[in-house]
């Protein structure tokens, strides 16, 4: 509960320097945290980055003047607390989706609520994860008949696109009206590929007219079952691996649902053969029981880690494992754990890292640049929670630092970081399987 009064303390004096410039190390001062804290309470606890935060109520102050005011847009800009013309007109098109000259004349209201934890934190589960994810919803699908074609390439990136492209030029050609054709997709399972080969399978719920006879299309059928709605972008691939992280390692989680056994699925909403958004199907079922939070000591265990910085820190790192796993020949080996960390509640692009791990026994010995790559994990208490995995996490954390708020025996230590471990599995389905331990350093709080 400390940690709940701390972080409304740092809204309230974000609140009343909203129009001025603001140091994150203030907001920290006024919050009696060290900032790398607060970036972590502060996300877990509102759901939104420290600094998304500050620029959303701005926007949402702005917004208000453009609507019920006529004072000139520079000056509600100023007023507002954005430094410039051109940041303050991109920010608030982010938010928005409008110019704030377009707004003023729109009848779209944009609001964005301060937030009040003291207020919140007896909501329960169910009103707390809907006003968080609004936009998330479980549905079923039915499973339906279904024109398929499967889609391979050695090329992974861009492989939904081109089976779109050649799918949608198929059924046109063949006189299909493809303004009304829904269309669906799903990677194809791994098993049923050469380990080289990526595929994706698309298709579009209705019946084979009989004149179509393309030796490359064949009937199967829609995958149903419970799913997990969200949506996404056409483009670009970032956005939409986002809005899948979104679901998969913020929803999941903290929701009653655990991940499905069936395919993860995608819709393309398209026009004149151009995919214009997407909706998300994440394959759900429902939890019997939810994971156990747990507190011991972690002895310590030696890891080589690869590391780096920036908006591209994690397919930097992945690379750098994937390189080092090459070089050493020891692709597939489920003998070692992997690790993993990042900067949690840290969206700032310069601040931001992602660190990927692989277990490095003492009987071990290692030479050359790899020593270099030594790090050592544990020695001490960490809270953990056993679980599958959840994409990057964050929804685990969300649930640990959460815990850890609520609690009074314990508080976070800040000298060690969180980690990772993910636990070896073989198989096709080797990705839904593994076992992944979430740890958090903690010290017994002095009380």
Sequence with gaps: MEAVKAVQQAIDYMEEHLCERMEPNRIAEAALMSLPNL???????????????IRKRRVNRAAHCLRYSESPILDIAFESGFDSYRTFAAVFKKATGLTPGMYRKASLYYSFERVNLLERVSYLEERELSHRFPDVKVVRLAAQPAIAYRHGS???EGLEDEAFRLFYKMLA????EM????????????SDSPSDLHEYVIMAPIELPAAIRHPDLFVTKL???????????AAPASAIIAAWNRIVAEWLPRSSFKLGSHPFVEEFFHHRGRITRMKLFLPVSKKHEQETIEVAALPRS???AFRAGGIHAQSLADDQL?????QQAVVGDIRRSLYMSYSYGITECDDSWYELGIAAPDDIH????DAGRVKWLGGGLYASVSTVAYGVMTGVLDLLHEWLCQTDDYCLDETRSWFAEYLPASGPEAERSTTVICYLPVIRSNV
Aim: glycine letters at 12%; proline letters at 7%; zero cysteines.
């Design 179 to 190: 303004e009304r054709t829904r269309l669906f997709g799903f990677d194809a399972p791994l």
């Design 366 to 369: 290692i030479t050359g640049e």
């Design 39 to 53: 970036y972590r309470v502060f996300y877990a606890l509102t759901g939104h980055p420290l600094m998304e935060y």
């Design 302 to 304: 030696r890891i080589l």
């Design 322 to 326: 994937t390189a080092w796993l090459n």
């Design 154 to 156: 050695s090329v992974r």
């Design 223 to 233: 995958p149903g079952g419970l799913y997990a709605e969200g949506k996404a972008p």
């Design 173 to 176: 050609s063949a006189g299909i």
